[in-house]
């Protein structure tokens, strides 16, 4: 994304700013929660609409794959034809979505609902960034994206809470008409209080084919760890979908280091901070999403807890994250990014074996907290390292691929985990959280060997 003009803090500036930050970091906080708030929610889903484990997994890739999919071409709309467009665009469009998910009688209408909720995020959440970006300056730009940071990481704590009280309460289809309410009052009170702005002086065009080949590459690459599940890691089909995969994936590559308006700019993935980023980050959500998916299905359907239970045994894994996040943050100048980083996917890995060797649901919410604290120090540790050593001007569009990367974790983290879990989930075995648990405990430890090959020793 281009680097975008601001507004002066001082007499120019916008009245209404802190206003219209609180406005956009509840629709980015709304996004957020989207996924935690579900997932508390699948048992129930899955029993109501009849939907087997493959489809339940979509309810949650669905809407990280568009999300993640789409969020490169959603900045770049948002750089071509304005901000405040988008934001309001972005608004109606997952309103209308949530409303399509929460009157959902059927799978298909339901995972439409979802794909047209992740759309929606990635036209709202670059474009929200950028109005804060535009509408700061200086000082107050730096105390407003702090305020943005604080609501994204306290959606997990929110998503867990909220989708317990709901499901619980009103019933499952709350988690998804509480949206409706909420993106319309903003869709108002955003069209008021924003100012008219002058087209965009950016010019270009936006790369279609190139966000629909990233897009059904990783939708095949889901589709295929779903499906391995019940048929196979090595059936054909399987290694069918993977190596097509793969394919697009390097007919992407190609097309982004030859376009003239390119979505990404692969040569950033090149350098060694921006790679070990995304890895961290993609990682992380992973691992964030597999302990949410295998702990809701062991909660509720082989435990017995109802969601509001559910959703409060879930509540140091939140409180988890947010505090080792504020404690690596602190950390960060000190300790440094390698040490932060491997500390991380250690004790990650550690919290994910518990439960894998430890029956019983306290060893599972013990260990999942201290995941949650691993996970907490790898998004900060992600963002700083794929960050803090390039050129400001090219700032957005490395913030854009961390962003995308993250999207993606949390697809492929319920594909893996839903297909070696596939036997707990349907109800048939309990064995099959053992070796989720155990999964996301080898991805950690596999991302940690990856880790100190990236991260030079002399990286702070």
Do not use: C
Not at 94 to 99: C, E, G, K, R
Not at 104 to 124: C, E, F
């Amino acid at each position: 994304m281009t680097q975008l003009a601001s507004a002066p803090a001082g007499s120019g500036a916008l009245p209404h700013r802190w206003r219209i930050l609180w406005m956009v970091g509840i629709a980015q906080l709304m996004l957020i929660l989207d996924v935690t708030v579900v997932a508390i929610a699948l048992p129930h889903v899955g029993t109501d609409l009849g939907l087997a484990r493959e489809t339940l997994t979509w309810v949650v890739s669905g809407y990280t794959l568009a999300f993640g999919g789409l969020l490169l071409l959603g900045g770049r709309a948002a750089d071509l034809f304005g901000a405040k467009r988008l934001v309001l665009i972005g608004l109606g469009l997952f309103a209308a979505a949530s409303l399509t998910a929460g009157l959902a009688v059927s799978g298909p209408m339901l995972l439409a609902g979802r794909v047209g909720q992740g759309v929606a995020a990635a036209i709202l959440s670059p474009a929200a960034l950028s109005l804060v970006v535009t509408i700061f300056d200086g000082e107050e730009r730096n105390k407003a994206l702090g305020i943005w940071s604080a609501l994204g990481g306290s959606g997990a704590a929110l998503g867990v809470l909220l989708g317990g009280l709901l499901t619980a309460g009103p019933g499952w289809p709350w988690v998804f008409f509480i949206n409706v309410p909420v993106g319309v009052i903003l869709l108002v009170l955003l069209r008021q209080q924003l100012p008219a702005r002058p087209r965009p002086a950016t010019r270009g065009r936006l790369d279609l084919i190139g966000a629909a080949l990233v897009t059904v590459a990783t939708g095949a690459l889901i589709f295929a760890l779903i499906r391995a599940g019940d048929h196979g890691w090595v059936t054909p089909t399987t290694i069918g979908l993977i190596v097509a995969s793969a394919v697009l994936y390097v007919i992407f590559t190609v097309r982004q280091l030859r376009t003239p308006s390119p979505l990404m700019d692969i040569r950033l993935l090149v350098r060694r901070p921006v790679a070990t980023g995304t890895l961290l980050i993609m990682v992380a959500t992973a691992l964030m999403i597999m302990v949410f998916f295998l702990g809701t299905f062991y909660l509720q359907d082989y435990s017995g807890f109802n969601p509001l239970i559910t959703g409060l045994l879930f509540l140091p894994v939140a409180l988890a994250t947010m505090a080792s996040a504020q404690l690596t943050g602190r950390l960060l100048g000190r300790a440094g990014t390698r040490t932060l980083g491997l500390t991380g996917l250690l004790v990650a890995a550690a919290g994910m074996a518990l439960p894998a060797f430890v029956p019983g649901t306290v060893a599972l919410v013990i260990g999942v907290a201290v995941a949650a604290a691993g996970t907490g120090t790898l998004f900060v540790v992600a963002s700083a390292t794929a960050l803090g050593q390039v050129e400001p001007e090219q700032a957005g569009l490395a913030s854009g691929i961390v962003s995308t990367f993250h999207e993606f974790g949390a697809s492929l983290g319920a594909a893996v985990v839903s297909s070696m879990a596939a036997a707990s989930i349907a109800g048939t075995s309990a064995d099959g959280f053992g070796r989720g648990f155990l999964t996301g405990a080898i991805v950690a430890v596999v991302a940690a060997g990856a880790f100190l090959l990236l991260t030079p020793r002399k990286v702070a």
